[in-house]
Structures are given as C-alpha cells and as structure tokens.
C-alpha cells in the first residue's frame, strides 16, 4: 500500500470513527506560526487537522495517533487492511 493510499485509508477510518478531518493549507492569520498537524477536541468532537505543509508521514502519524487515542473501541474487532493495522500498532507504542 502505498503511502497516499495509506493516508487515504487512515482518513476515511477517522471519518467513520466520527472525528471532523480537516486540511489546513494556511498558518495562522496576522502571525507567523505554521500549523502543524495534530488531533484536538472542539466541544465534544475529536477534531484532526492535517496541515498541508507537513510530509505525508506527519500525516499519517497524526491520524494514526488520533484513531489510537480517541476510539480505540472503535478499532476493536474491525477489519483493517494489514498495513493500516501496522501502521495503527506502531502508533500505539
């Protein structure tokens, strides 16, 4: 599987999981700080940005991370493709 198709696997899950995936392609307004990619909670929704300036691998890390963290019952008995379950094990530790 290819590291896009990863990606792509990875944000889909996440959407199935509930979370609101986001790309930001900017950085913040007024400042000079770039987003980085990351997970965060907005209300009572786990949110996961994905910045557009970070690599593919900061990427998928995030999302790895987010999925782990936030709905590891979600995770729980599901079917996964091999590589996206490797790739959700390595973030686990």
């Known amino acids: 599987m290819t590291p896009e198709v990863l ?4 944000v889909e899950l996440a959407q199935e999981a509930g979370f609101e995936v986001r790309v930001a392609r900017g950085g913040v307004p007024d400042a000079d700080l770039p987003i980085a990619s990351g997970v965060c909670r907005v209300r009572d929704s786990v949110w996961v940005v994905l910045s557009a300036r970070d690599s593919l691998e900061e990427r998928i890390s995030a999302l790895s991370r987010a999925l782990v963290v936030h709905a590891p019952e979600f995770l729980e008995g599901r079917y996964l493709p091999p590589a996206v379950r490797e790739c959700l094990a390595s973030a686990a530790h």
């Open 7 to 10: 990606e792509g696997a990875l």
